[in-house]
Structure formats: C-alpha cells, structure tokens
Nanobody, 128 residues
Framework: QVQLVESGGGLVQAGGSLRLSCAAS????????MGWFRQAPGKEREFVAA????????HYADSVKGRFTISRDNAKNTVYLQMNSLKPEDTAVYYC?????????????????????WGQGTQVTVSS
C-alpha cells in the first residue's frame, strides 16, 4: 500500500498564501502520478492539480491555474501545492492522492477513481 499524509493547511486571509505538503510512504515505487483534490462542505470533490512522478508534467484546474503550483521531490517522496492569491472560494479540505495507472495526467484529472491511495486531508480556510 501507499500511505499519504498531508500537512500545511490553516487559516489565511484572502490574498494570502499557503504551501501544502504530502509525504508518501510504503510502496512509493509504484506511484505513477500524484494529485491534489479538494472538497468544500456541500460540494463534490474536485480536481485541483496533478503531476507525473517521473517527468514532472503538470496539469491544473482552470479555477486555480496561475495561482497554484504543484511540484514534487522524488527523493523525499513528497508532493507540494503552493497556493497563492487565495480566495474564500478556495476554502475546503485538501486531499493528496496517488495513482499507479499509467495514463496521462489530463486523463487522470477527470478520473478520480484512478487514484488508489488518499491522504486524510488538511483543512484550508480562507477568510474575507
């Protein structure tokens, strides 16, 4: 199995920044890509960003493109999400996830079912 632990969430004013981290352990050699999802109260879980593990190709949801940056440190088995210019609409529980499916990250963005491992989530609250 792959275990994922998120950290870095918190409360921030609109316009501020946060950096989320997700550390992977276990069968990390099987990871093909990692992604970030978020879920706000009363809303469906939505895709935020994804990155391929080997090459580092990235893909973002339109709502965060230009504001968020996903990156990874293969040696540390860690993926990051740098969130800038935060808006109240970004308030949600953020989850990192990993997939062993060898498909394009654009495809993965629309297929959350392909992510086999999920973290416990970290709360991000943006106040106005």
């Amino acid at each position: 199995q792959v275990q994922l632990v998120e950290s870095g969430g918190g409360l921030v004013q609109a316009g501020g920044s946060l950096r989320l981290s997700c550390a992977a352990s276990g069968r990390t050699f099987s990871i093909y890509a990692m992604g970030w999802f978020r879920q706000a109260p009363g809303k469906e879980r939505e895709f935020v960003a994804a990155i391929s593990w080997s090459i580092g190709s990235t893909h973002y949801a339109d709502s965060v493109k230009g504001r968020f940056t996903i990156s990874r440190d293969n040696a540390k088995n860690t993926v990051y999400l740098q969130m800038n210019s935060l808006k109240p609409e970004d308030t949600a529980v953020y989850y990192c996830a990993s997939t062993t499916a060898r498909v394009g990250i654009v495809v993965v963005s629309g297929r959350p079912d392909l992510f086999s491992s999920w973290g416990q989530g970290t709360q991000v609250t943006v106040s106005s």
